[in-house]
């Protein structure tokens, strides 16, 4: 009995050695690039892990008041625009440009589920591939003729990566892919591993409404590891709905200023520009 299960353990080990591969090597596929392993990544001049500071919408009071915070520690954020607001405060948004600011990408009209009641004729389940290509690429030309810059950095509105539904249902990730260096989700419950993240789903983490306490628990958390945490806000303020606390923004400022904390704050095209470097990766952006 002992020599029969003996031999069903080696026929067993062969057959997942055969699927898998017995090494790493082995296993990637070679239409794939390679990543660098984690041990082998390298954040800028000796820094532990790296932070980026993105804020939804062009909201009224990130130009206000949010803006004047980063620039007061000369923090660079990354703000995802929508079009309609962006027009209303055009001369404020060109100032946040010459500071230093990046401009990304949250498409033209900010399609989400129609099971959201704030949706009307924009749900993402009327959407085709196409209608979405029209909307980043027309979204783009409209910012940089008001702007400038041609945005590479693109948030997903609500989170939501899809269009159409049930058996048309179909990732307008790929979309992103193409079209831009990154794409950023939302509400998401962890930070990037430099080495590994996919550029064009990329996952943020909720500034809305946390105190600092809460903050730094979260950057430690992701010192520990090495990695890239993206923060999402809407409003900037001192109280309110989907408010980043003005408290909590200049608390955080300050933290990552400190050089015993170790942490690269920048915006989400610098990042990920670094990172695209330590893959080698050669597109252009």
């Known amino acids: 009995m002992r020599i029969i299960s003996i031999g069903l353990t080696i026929i067993c080990c062969t057959i997942v050695i055969a699927y898998?591969?017995?090494?790493?090597?082995?296993?990637?596929?070679?239409?794939l690039p390679v990543m660098e392993k984690r041990e082998d990544f390298q954040w800028p001049k000796g820094k532990r892990a790296a932070i980026s500071l993105t804020f939804d919408d062009a909201r009224h009071s990130q130009v206000t008041q949010g803006i004047h915070i980063l620039n007061e520690y000369g923090t660079k954020a990354t703000f995802y625009v929508s079009i309609s607001n962006l027009e209303g405060q055009l001369d404020a948004w060109k100032k946040a440009v010459a500071n230093g600011h990046e401009i990304g990408n949250h498409t033209l009209k900010h399609p989400c589920s129609g099971?959201?009641?704030?949706?009307?004729?924009?749900?993402?389940?009327?959407?085709?591939?196409d209608k979405m290509r029209h909307e980043l690429v027309e979204a783009n030309n409209i910012i940089e003729n008001l702007l400038g810059v041609r945005p590479v950095s693109f948030a997903y509105p609500c989170g939501q990566k899809f269009v159409g539904r049930g058996q048309n249902l179909k990732s307008y990730v790929p979309l992103v892919a193409e079209e831009f260096l990154t794409g950023r989700g939302w509400m998401d419950e962890w930070a990037n591993d430099p080495a590994f993240c996919d550029m064009a789903n990329l996952m943020a983490m909720e500034l809305d409404g946390k105190d600092f306490e809460q903050v730094e628990q979260l950057i430690d958390r992701t010192l520990s590891n090495g990695g890239w945490l993206i923060f999402c806000g809407h409003e900037i303020g001192e109280e309110g709905r989907q408010t980043v606390y003005s408290s909590t923004l200049k608390a955080?400022?300050?933290y990552a200023q400190d050089p015993a904390n170790g942490i690269w704050l920048d915006s989400v095209q610098a990042v990920a520009n670094h990172i695209r470097k330590q893959r080698n990766d050669t597109r252009e952006f």
């Open 20 to 31: 898998t591969g017995c090494s790493p090597s082995k296993r990637q596929n070679n239409d």
């Open 252 to 254: 955080l400022c300050e």
């Open 115 to 129: 099971n959201f009641s704030f949706i009307y004729d924009r749900a993402l389940e009327d959407y085709t591939l």
